[in-house]
């Protein structure tokens, strides 16, 4: 039953995301010469009885859930959840748009550096892992296993417009295109990918269709035999009768499967990753139902990330995370540094106690 409320609210995204976009009205003529411009201030808040949401489309389903829930005891209250992917997120977020930003990579250095000339404090709260997920269509049936270093040369830089066949990716692949689908680049599943897998965040080759939204992706991967793609592994879960999964090989011989047990315990290496909500900080004072969320949040994330598919996180790091909420603490645990890989969490939020 939550996976499909799940769908259905990711469903009225994708909708009133395809409708025509309203033209802004044209500037007014300037009349006198320009004055200084008024020290930046933060936008004016949402309503109070209304908390806005919007950021990574990994990350929304589990935040849509607890939305869900969280309006069912308190009907009087909305909270709608957008999709802009991380990136498009942050900027909402650091112009004093939204209250939360979810994201399915930590903050960046230029998008802290924004928040910080806009005024934006954030506390950062990690909500559930993830593990990235590689997908074929499932009429392929050369595909079980890719290895970490035969999925670099197929998306390196250098890749584009020269592997561009299966049968260039391993002897005895089939004489197909390879048609490639993929997070677009504004969104922190992009950012992660490449960063895991070529070894540097943003590096890519162009030359493959790319969506923030991963129903798009599951569209295009599902109606293509040549297919071969990558997002969240909770989109896999919601659609698996559409799909087929690829296990990984970290270059070390084991083929490795994405599963709430490999992903936990840190088998499925280098694609499983943190997951995370931000909080304007001054919004938590000003909107009391804002903190009544967030505590209800970090309350229930542990089973309503696993109804919709995501891997929980352990007891320590909700405790943490909670002890960071309730502390107020400001700041990214990653320091401005983006995406990292193998990273410990628990290691880095125990670091700040």
């Given amino acids: 039953m939550r996976k499909a409320i799940v769908l ?9 995301a ?42 929304a389903p589990i935040t849509s859930a607890v939305a869900e829930e969280f309006q069912r005891e308190n009907p009087n209250i909305r909270v709608p959840v957008g999709i802009s992917g991380t ?68 998306w390196e830089p250098a890749a584009e417009g020269v592997i561009t066949n299966w049968s260039q990716v391993r002897e005895g692949f089939p004489d197909r295109p390879l048609n490639l689908y993929g997070a677009g680049v504004d969104s922190g599943t ?6 895991a897998i070529v070894g540097e965040e943003g590096a890519s080759r162009g030359d493959f269709l790319p969506s923030e939204d991963d129903n798009v992706l599951v569209q295009g991967i599902a109606g293509d035999e040549n297919a071969l793609g ?13 799909l087929k999964l690829v296990a990984i090989d970290n270059n070390d011989g084991n083929c490795v499967l994405p599963d709430i047990d490999t992903v936990s315990r840190g088998l499925y290496q280098p ?19 804002l903190d009544a969320f967030i505590d209800f949040y970090l309350d229930n994330a542990k089973v309503l990330s696993r109804e919709v598919g995501y891997v929980p996180l352990t007891d320590e790091i909700y405790e943490l995370a909670k002890k960071r909420y309730d502390n107020r603490v400001v700041g990214s645990i990653y320091a401005g540094g983006g995406s990292q890989v193998g990273v410990s969490l628990a290691d880095l939020l125990a670091a700040e106690q």
């Fill in 8 to 16: 259905l609210i990711l469903l009225s995204m994708v909708l009133s």
């Fill in 18 to 59: 395809c409708a025509a976009p309203v033209a802004p009205a044209a500037a007014p003529a300037a009349t006198s010469a320009p004055q200084e411009a008024p020290a930046a201030e933060q936008p004016a808040q949402p309503g109070a009885d209304t908390i806005i949401i919007d950021g990574s489309s990994t990350v």
């Fill in 87 to 154: 990136g498009g997120g942050f900027k909402k977020f650091c112009a004093g748009e939204t209250d939360i930003s979810n994201a399915s990579r930590p903050i960046k250095e230029s998008e802290f550096e924004e928040c910080v000339k806009n005024g934006i404090e954030y506390i950062e709260l990690p909500v559930a892992f993830d593990g990235l997920s590689v997908m074929v269509n499932p009429a392929n049936d050369w595909v079980e296993c890719l290895t970490v270093n035969e999925l670099k040369k197929i």
């Fill in 190 to 195: 992009y950012d992660y990918f490449t960063q």
């Fill in 230 to 242: 990558f997002f969240g592994l909770a989109y896999y879960e919601q659609n698996a009768d559409k």
């Fill in 271 to 289: 694609l499983s990753r943190p997951i995370f909500i931000y909080v304007n900080r001054a919004r938590v004072d000003e909107k009391p139902i």
